[in-house]
């Protein structure tokens, strides 16, 4: 696995806990099960975190994930199983597929893939 | 929702050898990804332990977060005699460790529903230190679905 897509995946990860803390009812059930915090904003340091991750991979790289996010609205970063794309299940061409140390974006969707 | 159910043996480690935070949750992580997903996994869960311990005391902890490593939910659970210190929010060693991954896409919101339930099974777990009775994985299995029978 690349380091960009590594970079990639776990920015997508913070975005999923971002998500979370972001909405208010999640938050409130995180306080009931009794997690405690160090914070008083949450948020505001998961998106400090998202910041420093952004910056270890190129700009137009992350320019690019920025881009299919906000169009999905879902994910930008998807595994390929069992030779479909993760996101729209299309059909991924298998010359892509020896590729696999490399990262490629499904030629239908759009979204970087990469295989499992 | 029934706990004991999603539990399986293979998941369920009754003698952690790992001492430090990053450690346990990799042991943790191994016992469904040894690839280089546990290495991102181990990292998300991480950042959730920065924004405050999931130590969330009584020797308890409750790492989780979401990941597209994952299909379904998993739940792992760990247990140290000597404890681990995991900088819980009573600064006490953790004994006892639940840890859930949940996949992004969660309709019916199992994450959330799953992680309330652990904690009202922890509780009972911790009564008379019933956790560190069990000697087998399939043992506490069977404390927990007795547990919950009893809620
Ligand atoms: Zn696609």
Same mark, same amino acid.
């Given at each position: ?44 340091? !998961?998106?400090?975190? $998202? /910041?420093? @991750?952004?910056?270890?991979? *190129?700009?137009?790289? &992350? ?32 010359? !892509?597929?020896?590729? $696999? /140390?490399? @990262?490629?974006?499904?030629? *239908?969707?759009?979204? &970087?893939?990469?295989?499992? | ?151």
């Amino acid at each position: 696995m690349s380091d960009e897509l590594k970079i990639l995946l776990e920015l997508q990860h913070l975005d999923y806990m971002i998500k979370d803390w972001r909405n208010a009812s999640t938050r409130k059930e995180f306080r009931k099960i009794g997690f405690q915090l160090e914070t008083d904003n949450p948020v505001e340091m !998961l998106l400090e975190k $998202r /910041k420093k @991750l952004a910056e270890r991979i *190129n700009k137009p790289l &992350f320019q690019m994930y920025e881009r299919i996010l906000s169009r999905y609205k879902d994910w930008a970063v998807v595994p390929v199983i069992d030779g479909f794309c993760g996101g729209c299940f299309s059909k991924v061409p298998t010359e !892509l597929s020896g590729q $696999r /140390k490399v @990262l490629n974006n499904c030629p *239908n969707c759009g979204r &970087f893939i990469y295989w499992d | 929702m029934n706990l004991y159910s999603l539990l399986k043996p293979e998941r369920i480690n009754l003698d952690l050898t790992s001492r430090k935070k990053q450690d346990v949750l990799l042991e943790l992580v191994s016992s469904f990804r040894e690839d280089e997903d546990s290495g991102l996994l181990v990292s998300t869960l991480l950042k959730r332990e920065d924004l405050g311990s999931t130590g969330i005391g009584k020797g308890v902890a409750i790492p989780h977060g979401r990941s597209l490593v994952v299909d379904k939910l998993e739940l792992v659970v760990g247990r140290s005699t000597k404890g681990i210190s995991f900088d819980a929010i009573d600064k006490k060693p953790v004994h006892l460790f639940f840890l859930i991954v949940a996949p992004p896409q969660d309709p019916g919101n199992q994450y959330l529903i799953t992680l309330g339930r652990v904690a009202v099974v922890c509780q009972e777990l911790l009564k008379r230190k019933q956790y560190e009775k069990p000697q087998t994985p399939e043992e506490f299995i069977q404390l927990v679905k007795e547990i919950e029978g009893n809620l």
